[in-house]
């Protein structure tokens, strides 16, 4: 499933054209991602929680030439699934 | 931000939108996500990242509080991956 899918449904689900419903889902991810790039969280019922976590710096290897490097600190996102989409994508709702 | 707050906001900021179709929309995005995840698809938001069901093997583990032995079967689990754009965001990368 991809973007152009979701357009599908909420063409199908609303009275907004094809194009309208395009411009409606882009806005959606964009709403999101703004708000995730605040290091804010999102936390939709039902489906999960998005969050932004730091990480500390950290000493790591090359994997390739064994090297030790310094790994810089960074912000990561994270999703933690809900109960209720765990519970259907195991079958039982 | 939660479900309502994304809702309250996607209607604000969409001028054709009432508060009733930005609930529909949000819904059905992430009903068709869930929809799609338990019949076991993936699904790839271009910019945002992708949702991927995962296999996790049986395992034996221990009642930590009892310490005894219990097998929890194998199971599914939702995995995100973020998208190039959003992890260079997120980190503020440009």
Known sequence: MTKADLIENVYLKTGFSKKESAEIVEMVFDLMKDTLEDGEKIKIAGFGNFVVKEKDSRRGRNPQTGDEIEISSRKILTFKPSQVLKASINGSS | ?94
């Not at chain 2, 930590?64 to 689990?77: F, L, Q």
């Open chain 2, 1 to 94: 931000m939660t479900k309502s707050e994304l809702i309250e906001r996607l209607s604000l900021s969409a001028d054709v939108l009432n508060k009733k179709d930005a609930e529909v929309i949000v819904n059905t995005i992430f009903d068709s996500i869930g929809d799609a995840l338990a019949q076991g698809d993936r699904v790839e938001i271009r910019g945002f990242g992708s949702f991927t069901v995962r296999q996790r093997d049986a395992r034996e583990a221990r009642n930590p509080k009892s310490g005894e032995i219990v097998s929890i079967p194998s199971k599914k689990t939702p995995f995100f991956k973020t998208g190039k754009e959003l992890r260079h965001r997120v980190n503020c990368i440009d």
